[in-house]
């Protein structure tokens, strides 16, 4: 079976990111064969920074390495060294209707967030689709937002498959956690790079405060009971408390004395402990560049292996001869 997981280094990878995709995935290498890609390809659609790109796809390869990847066990690369996959967009676009990528959520949230409609913005799924496809994927370990993204694959897939009367492109499966499928952010929409409502994952003690502290709530005073239900911080500090500990915050939020600030400084404080243990390792991979850059290579090399005996067969059931 074989899972397939991509980033985009469009920003810092946020807790978001962590628990609706980077946890399972690392998780995932035991339960069968994991290709991991920094989506450097797919960054471009927001990113038009050069140094911004580079810094975030080192962090992004420093920060997988440091949760858990096992580039000996998993294949482990970033998305322009396989360049493979151009050429499947290219060839998967002409048997995607304008109609499938009209209806394309992500697309409709991020245009409407400010990001210029481009012909790449707008034609990243099938890029997606390429990625998911040219590995042969089995399953998709995804956020709920990509849940769409995922399906537009199988239909793309079916519809080449119908064209070319043969089953030559696998039909892959998401997968989505309930319990986290959509993280909130800071300001109570889907936390994204890309919006800038995120609380990071590793990042200087500082920033990570401002982050929590600017957490959206209701306006309540110190001496009124407070509702957790539909606070954003009760929210996020449910993915680092367990139920005794959460059951300790609700007294807190009925009992007037305390304010929003104090539950802040709680879930600060659970974040910290909860990334702690990944630091030392990062650290080691953040002071020595050329090794990352060793490991991606060598994962480069064992994608490319796969990518090219699949695009030779894609090309010859096409007719590029
Ligand atoms: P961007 O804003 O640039 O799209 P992003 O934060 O949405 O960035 P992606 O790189 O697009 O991150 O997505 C990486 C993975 O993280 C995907 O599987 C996606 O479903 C998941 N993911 C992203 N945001 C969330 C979230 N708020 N909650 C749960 N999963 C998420
Ligand atoms: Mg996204």
Redesign the pocket.
């Known amino acids: 079976m074989r899972i397939l997981s991509g980033?985009?280094p469009?920003?810092t990878i946020?807790i978001?990111?962590y628990?609706?995709?980077v946890k399972k995935m690392i998780e995932s290498q035991n339960d069968g064969e994991l290709f991991a890609f920094i989506?450097s390809y797919h960054a471009l659609t927001?990113v038009k920074d050069k140094e911004f790109l580079e810094k975030n796809s080192y962090e992004a390869a420093i920060n997988f390495l440091a949760l858990g990847m096992d580039p000996e066990k998993s294949t482990f690369w970033i998305q322009h060294d396989v360049k493979e996959v151009l050429e499947l967009y290219w060839i998967l676009s002409n048997h995607t209707s304008m109609g499938l990528l009209e209806r394309a959520h992500s697309y409709k949230d991020k245009t409407a967030r400010g990001l210029v409609a481009s012909h790449g913005l707008f034609s990243y799924p099938v890029l997606m689709a390429a990625d998911i496809l040219l590995f042969d994927s089995n399953i998709v370990p995804?956020?709920?937002?990509?849940i769409q993204h995922v399906e537009m694959t199988r239909d793309i897939a079916t519809s080449f498959n119908h064209a070319y009367k043969k089953e030559i492109l696998t039909l892959p499966v998401a997968k989505v956690d309930e319990e986290?499928?959509?993280?909130l952010?800071t300001d109570g929409a889907?936390?994204?790079?890309?919006?800038n409502n995120t609380i990071d994952m590793f990042t200087t003690s500082k920033q990570r405060k401002k982050q929590v502290m600017s957490i959206v709530t209701d306006s309540k005073e110190l001496d009124e009971p407070k509702e957790w239900e539909n606070c954003n911080i009760y929210n996020i500090s449910k993915l680092f408390m367990n139920e005794d500990e959460l059951k300790d915050l609700q007294k807190r939020y009925l009992t007037p004395g305390e304010g929003y600030g104090h539950f802040k400084l709680t879930l600060l404080e659970k974040i910290e402990q909860y990334f702690k243990p990944y630091e030392e390792k990062r650290e080691y991979f953040a002071a020595n560049p050329k090794k990352v850059r060793e490991i991606l290579e060598f994962g480069a090399q064992k994608a490319r292996k796969i990518a090219s005996e699949k695009i030779k067969e894609i090309r010859d059931i096409v007719g590029l001869i």
Do not use: E, R
């Open positions: 980033i985009q469009s920003g946020h978001g990111n628990f609706g995709m989506a927001s995804v956020g709920k937002d990509q986290v499928a959509t993280v952010g889907k936390m994204s790079k890309s919006y």
